[in-house]
């Protein structure tokens, strides 16, 4: 089951197109990264998800329906240019952003001292915005985005600017909200976030997808049949199978190198490397999303075909 | 319309409950009547704003000594000296000016010469021009063998003109005096209002924007609905502002009223004791004038303008602080709003007050921009009975009031909805009329 699906989706601004016939499903409880570099229409998309714009063509189904004002209500939305009111208190505009997404007065105080608890804020409740540092505005905010137990949760970069503590108190929030069924889309362009968070990603590039699908996949996809082997040093002789990429000294004798595998098995390696040194370890080099990420980028800016300007 | 109600109450408390709106309420009526207290004691009181001037008059004809009339402002010392020692004292002494008149001046009219040490200004001239003149005068009536009594009787001859109106039920007292002083209050009031909470529109719209918790907020609300719901509650401010002053000026009013009522009665006495008293009068003028006023008419039309002038007005500041980042940007797009409050405004004074039912006056009453000032004036100027030959002109005002706020809400959320999620920009008016025919 799709919580979301976005087919076909462009949208076009007076002198550029932000977003040129889009196409991703997110699945229902996945944590869906989307990345991209600065300007690459992430946020047109999201903007378009939370029905602050509208698509130019396409379509967007929420749940199997097209997109339409009552989804609001079960959509959370947290920007990455965060803002609330300066002048007014924590707890009435809590109230405030509450209501506005449908709850009424009494369930959202409910709902409100649960948070206020967990996030030991109690004593910030009659205290006006601009008194507060701006890790806890960004606590508040993020309260007010998950209040109201929204189906489907887009926060774009949610961790700028949170300390270390409180950058994990958050991570906890929304694994617990994950397991709880709720859907999160991600925007950001931070790699470890995407490792530790997420399950699916998609990779837009100058207004287009150029990688979507499940991280494993995507990773299995991406790898090179390269393994790092720790050996005792000597001269290593590989026959045509393997490729020898690098070899540098470690500590203690050893060596480490980078091999690939052309044909056959990291058990073939194994084979034709043991009579030559004594083996310590061998690891497969997985490139992790960071190299994914530079490679996706550069592979489509060189490709003729994704030059749409 | 939930969503409206709910940010216009977002507003209206975050807005009232502010020092500010609590100092500003309960000392405005006290500044602005204090204000114009301060004006009408300065314009009564002329010994504040003008010093004694001491003028040097150096009479060579004759003619003039001890006959120039001297007042609070002006005295004249007579001296038997040359032109150039009477300069000198000019410079050392307390003196303003030296009057010089030729020996044949009297007869010629000409030659009379004031010196001063600073820039005479016209009153300085006309009074003393007048003064001479009269002198002058008297000297030809009397070598006619007119007599001194006869020409004083003929120079204060004043004559009574009583300003009456044909209506279906008769002849009606006219009431120019009231209803231009009641037509003023009300425009002054609705300009006031305009500017004050206009752009307090502009600055809400701008800080959201700026705090970029507008993205937070529509994506739970339309674009239109925010705009709407702040214009919404900031008008609640201003007319809770406007009732406690109506309030407060009642009550605080009511003790001068009958401080004052007793005053009045004591003159109407005084009057009928002098039998020919213009006070007293002019009091039962006043109150005769006040009684032909159409007080629901003008009560009821001040209210639409109030309401109405806003919204008009209302709607175009919240485009300003839509297109713009910052407060030195609006100065652009603030021009076209100001100029024409300001242009009714000063044509309210001028040409509508001398002629309120001429064409000028009712073209203007009609259009958005200026009608609620220009019609305010005017109307109570309508007295009596409702009248169709002037009824016209109010129903078809208002109509035109309507349609042009339903015109600039249009515009202003076509322009609100695309300025307030563009950042960094500066917006040209060309621009401006793109974002009107964008498709969301």
Partial sequence: MQSLQIINVSKQYAHHKALDSVSLAVPKGSVYGLLGPNGAGKTSLIRIITQITGADEGEVLFNGEKLNPSHIYRMGYLPEERGLYKKMEVGEQLLFFARLKGLSRADAMHKLKDWVERFEIKNWWTKKVEELSKGMQQKVQFIATVLHQPELIILDEPFTGFDPINANLIRDEIIRLNKEGSTFIFSTHRMETVEQLCDHIALINKSKVVLEGEVKQIKNQFRTQTYEVEHSICKLQLSSSFVLQKSTPADGNMALSEIKILHGTPNDLLKELMPVSHIHSLKEIVPDMNDIFIQAVNKNVTTPSAVTL | ?440
């Fill in chain 2, 1 to 440: 319309m939930n969503k409206i109600f709910l940010i216009a109450g977002r507003e209206f408390l975050s807005r009232v409950r502010k020092k500010s709106f609590i100092v500003m309420t309960l000392l405005g009526p006290l500044l602005i009547a204090g204000f114009y207290a301060l004006i009408i004691y300065l314009s009564v009181n002329e010994q504040i704003s003008n010093d004694l001037k001491r003028i040097i008059v150096i009479d060579e004809s004759g003619v003039f000594k001890d006959k120039l009339k001297e007042n609070d402002f002006y005295k004249f010392d007579y001296k038997n000296e040359p032109l150039d020692a009477a300069r000198l004292q000019l410079r050392n002494e307390d003196y303003f000016a030296v009057l010089h008149i030729p020996q044949t001046a009297a007869d010629s009219l000409k030659g009379f010469k004031l010196i001063a040490a600073t820039q005479t200004s016209w009153k300085d001239e006309s009074y003393i021009e007048d003064k001479l003149n009269k002198v002058v005068s008297d000297i030809k009536f009397s070598q006619h063998g007119i007599d001194q009594k006869l020409i004083d009787e003929i120079n204060n001859t004043s004559v009574s003109l009583e300003s009456v109106r044909d209506t279906k039920e008769g002849l009606e007292k006219g009431s120019t005096a009231i209803s231009t002083g009641l037509g003023f209050v009300g425009a002054i009031f609705i300009y006031m209002f305009i500017f004050i909470y206009g752009v307090q529109i502009m600055r809400g719209v701008m800080e959201e924007k700026t705090n970029r918790i507008v993205e937070v907020i529509i994506s739970s609300v339309k674009p239109f609905e925010l705009m709407m719901g702040k214009i919404a509650g900031i008008a609640m401010v201003a007319l809770l502002q406007f009732l406690i002053w109506v309030v407060l000026s009642t009550v605080l009013g009511g003790g001068v009223t009958g401080a004052l009522s007793d005053k009045m009665s004591m003159m109407q006495d005084a009057g009928a004791a002098m039998s020919q008293s213009g006070k007293a009068a002019l009091v039962s003028d006043i109150m005769s004038q006040a009684s032909q006023i159409n007080v629901w008419l003008v009560g009821g039309m001040f209210l639409f303008f109030f309401i109405t002038g806003y919204l008009f007005y209302g709607a175009l500041f919240a485009a300003v602080g839509a297109a713009v980042d910052s407060e030195t940007d609006t100065q652009q797009f603030m021009l076209p709003i100001t100029i024409p409050l300001i242009l009714a405004f000063f044509l309210a004074q001028t040409v509508v007050v001398s002629n309120p039912n001429g064409s000028l006056a009712t073209w203007l009453s009609m259009v958005p921009f200026t009608s609620p000032i220009i019609m305010m004036v005017r109307v109570p100027f309508f007295t009596g009975a409702w009248d169709w030959s002037w009824g016209w002109q109010i129903i078809a005002s208002m109509c035109c009031m309507l349609l042009g706020i339903l015109v600039t809400t249009w515009m202003a959320g076509r322009i609100y909805r695309t300025g307030i999620l563009l950042y960094g920009k500066k917006i040209t008016y060309k621009e401006l009329g793109k974002w009107l025919f964008y498709k969301a």
